[in-house]
């Protein structure tokens, strides 16, 4: 900024055309101009002293060092952001923390969870197993009710535990290959905690033919191994046996009675 007054303090108006040393018109002085700042408090909180003296108009050449300036926002301005955060990591404005997924609230429940399945399938490819029975091996391995049941209802839903399939698979075995009796393989169903329901579709299977069949040639076989016996004791014997094998009593009496006919035509006799 440049300030121009009057060479002649009375005003008059002699305007030589003359120029000075600096090429200024000899009837103007230029004053000298110092750039003003604004004061601010200082940072230790004392008296600051003043930069103008009162009496001159001019600063004072012995201030020292210029404190930093204060922020001044103006309106309509946007407050600067900070892009990286003291640790040097960038910082997440609340916007996008509240736009990242949430961290799992129990990873315990979703590790016991995974060991349910794991625990299951291994016991599965072992041999069969009804849901009750792989509660009961989960409850030994302390893993509780809440976190096996979930897991449980999935793999039931998804036909991995199947106790209708089961049944008819133990019921069709036991008969064959044991050679059980409806009453046997129904108390062993039982015992598995399969539903009611399940055991008599599964136990539909097998006729009273079959059963009577299978209960002959059990007690043909047996017969042979009680030829020391006198026949009563021989009778008695094969009853109880027949008997355990879960026959009914219809079935075992006619059995019996076909083992011990066989035998007289083939020649065995009984002390």
């Known amino acids: 900024m440049v300030v121009r007054f009057p060479s002649d303090p009375s005003g008059g108006e002699h305007g030589d055309a003359r120029s000075d040393e600096g090429g200024v018109t000899g009837g103007e002085h230029l004053a000298p101009v110092t750039p003003l700042r604004r004061p601010t408090a200082p940072r230790d909180g004392g008296e600051r002293s003043p930069r103008h003296p009162a009496g001159t108009g001019r600063a004072s050449t012995t201030a020292g060092p210029e404190p930093a300036g204060e922020i001044v926002e103006l309106p309509g301005s946007t407050r600067w952001n900070n892009t990286w955060g003291d640790d040097g990591r960038p910082a997440t404005s609340q916007s996008e923390a509240r736009a990242l997924p949430p961290e799992p609230e129990d990873?315990?429940?979703?590790?016991?969870?995974?060991?349910?399945?794991?625990?299951?399938?291994?016991?599965?490819?072992?041999?069969?197993?009804?849901?009750?029975?792989?509660?009961?091996?989960?409850?030994?391995?302390?893993?509780?009710?809440?976190?096996?049941?979930?897991?449980?209802d999935r793999l039931e839903t998804l036909g991995v535990i199947d106790d209708a399939s089961l049944a008819v698979s133990l019921a069709f075995t036991q008969h064959s290959r044991k050679g059980l009796g409806r009453s046997s393989i129904e108390q062993d169903l039982k015992r598995r905690h399969i539903d009611p329901e399940l055991i008599e579709i599964a136990l539909a299977d097998i006729a009273d033919e079959d059963e009577l069949e299978r209960a002959t040639e059990l007690a043909v076989k047996r017969i042979g191994q009680l030829s020391s016996y006198d026949e009563e004791t021989a009778r008695r014997r094969l009853h109880g046996f027949l008997a355990r094998k879960g026959y009914s009593s219809s079935i075992v009496r006619q059995a019996m009675d076909a083992a011990f006919a066989s035998r007289r035509r083939g020649g065995v006799r009984f002390q």
Do not use: C, H, N, Y
């Open 107 to 152: 990873d315990e429940a979703d590790r016991q969870s995974k060991k349910v399945s794991a625990v299951t399938i291994r016991q599965l490819a072992r041999r069969g197993m009804s849901r009750w029975e792989l509660e009961q091996v989960l409850l030994k391995r302390e893993i509780e009710p809440e976190v096996f049941g979930p897991e449980l």
